[in-house]
């Protein structure tokens, strides 16, 4: 029992890791548009420092 808990935790601590990253990702290629103008920049950054820190 112990090591299925054990293998659930792991598999939820991937999952948040790939969450992490894919949003992360998104946030540099927003930044990285050309076409994106100051104020979506500061709301995609402002979106992803609330998102970690809910």
Request: hydrophobic share 40%; aromatic share 4%; no cysteine.
């Amino acid at each position: 029992v112990d090591a299925q808990i054990i293998q659930a935790e792991a598999a939820v601590k991937q999952a948040r890791k790939l969450e992490q990253i894919r949003r992360e990702t998104r946030i540099l290629n927003l930044l990285n548009e050309q076409t994106t103008t100051s104020y979506e920049k500061v709301m995609a950054l402002a979106q992803n420092f609330s998102l970690k820190h809910s």
